[in-house]
């Protein structure tokens, strides 16, 4: 049975320890089938890299960042290029989602032979795994920007901002490390809030209410701006001797 863990306003269960939700949105078309056949392979993050992950890119980066859940790929994208020294790892469990980043990088015909981008790995299983396996204080800067808001109380256990994964991730970033997460559901907003408020490994200050200009946009901000509702963006940061 699951031990359950208190909140300021609500009793938990501990995070969720299957990944839910993977699920194709569609059938694949042949050119989607082609991407997650021949172009994923080239570009995994293997889990041997684990242990060093600077040693999985072409060049050895300056930083390496993580970005949980990218969607649609659009952040992930310009932030690659608009850090090339940097060493991003992205990763997504949705077979359309890792679709629709590995469509912007390998043209029609060439998902097997275009050149891969140098600085640019992709995870395509569970966050937490990878997490697990990396040395502490490896990461420069983690983002999980407009996740599933799972917005019902019985589903709490599923969001990744979670008081059970915050050693997790804690351990996993350097001090001084920023963490982006941005949201535009009112019931994840106040989640945020509530959690990190009562957690000691970050600082926290007040989110920004516009997106900020180092902030790349998502499609799904876009949505969120268009349907009236307000995004909120959170930096915080890893706390030293914590």
Same mark, same amino acid.
């Given at each position: 049975?699951?031990?359950?863990?208190?909140?300021?306003?609500?009793?938990?269960?501990?995070?969720?320890?299957?990944?839910?939700?993977?699920?194709?949105?569609?059938?694949?078309?042949?050119?989607?089938?082609?991407?997650?056949?021949?172009?994923?392979?080239?570009?995994?993050?293997?889990?041997?890299?684990?242990?060093?992950?600077?040693?999985?890119?072409?060049?050895?980066?300056?930083? !390496?960042?993580?970005?949980?859940?990218?969607?649609?790929?659009?952040?992930?994208?310009?932030?690659?290029?608009?850090?090339?020294?940097?060493?991003?790892?992205?990763?997504?469990?949705?077979?359309?989602?890792?679709?629709?980043?590995?469509?912007r990088l390998f043209p029609e015909a060439e998902e097997?032979?275009?050149?891969?981008?140098?600085?640019?790995?992709?995870?395509?299983?569970?966050?937490?795994?990878?997490?697990?396996?990396?040395?502490?204080?490896?990461?420069?800067?983690?983002?999980?920007?407009?996740?599933?808001?799972?917005?019902?109380?019985?589903?709490?256990?599923?969001?990744?901002?979670?008081?059970?994964?915050?050693?997790? !991730?804690?351990?996993?970033?350097?001090?001084?490390?920023?963490?982006?997460?941005?949201?535009?559901?009112?019931?994840?907003?106040?989640?945020?809030?509530?959690?990190?408020?009562?957690?000691?490994?970050?600082?926290?200050?007040?989110?920004?209410?516009?997106?900020?200009?180092?902030?790349?946009?998502?499609?799904?901000?876009?949505?969120?701006?268009?349907?009236?509702?307000?995004?909120?963006?959170?930096?915080?940061?890893?706390?030293?001797?914590?």
């Amino acid at each position: 049975m699951e031990e359950e863990v208190e909140s300021s306003s609500v009793t938990l269960k501990p995070p969720a320890i299957r990944l839910y939700g993977r699920q194709r949105g569609h059938p694949l078309r042949p050119r989607q089938q082609r991407l997650i056949d021949e172009s994923l392979p080239r570009m995994r993050f293997a889990l041997s890299n684990a242990t060093n992950p600077a040693e999985a890119f072409d060049v050895r980066p300056e930083q !390496v960042w993580l970005e949980v859940g990218f969607g649609g790929g659009e952040h992930t994208a310009a932030q690659i290029a608009a850090h090339p020294q940097v060493g991003y790892i992205a990763s997504e469990v949705f077979e359309n989602g890792l679709c629709s980043l590995l469509g912007r990088l390998f043209p029609e015909a060439e998902e097997a032979t275009a050149s891969t981008p140098p600085m640019l790995r992709i995870w395509d299983e569970d966050a937490r795994e990878l997490l697990a396996a990396l040395p502490e204080a490896s990461l420069d800067r983690l983002f999980l920007m407009f996740p599933d808001p799972w917005p019902k109380a019985r589903h709490t256990k599923r969001r990744f901002v979670h008081p059970g994964n915050l050693p997790l !991730v804690a351990r996993a970033l350097k001090p001084g490390a920023i963490w982006r997460v941005a949201s535009d559901d009112p019931t994840y907003q106040n989640w945020v809030e509530e959690v990190m408020a009562a957690q000691t490994f970050f600082n926290v200050e007040a989110p920004a209410t516009t997106r900020p200009d180092d902030w790349a946009p998502t499609r799904y901000e876009a949505k969120a701006l268009a349907a009236g509702r307000q995004p909120l963006y959170w930096s915080f940061t890893r706390r030293h001797g914590v």
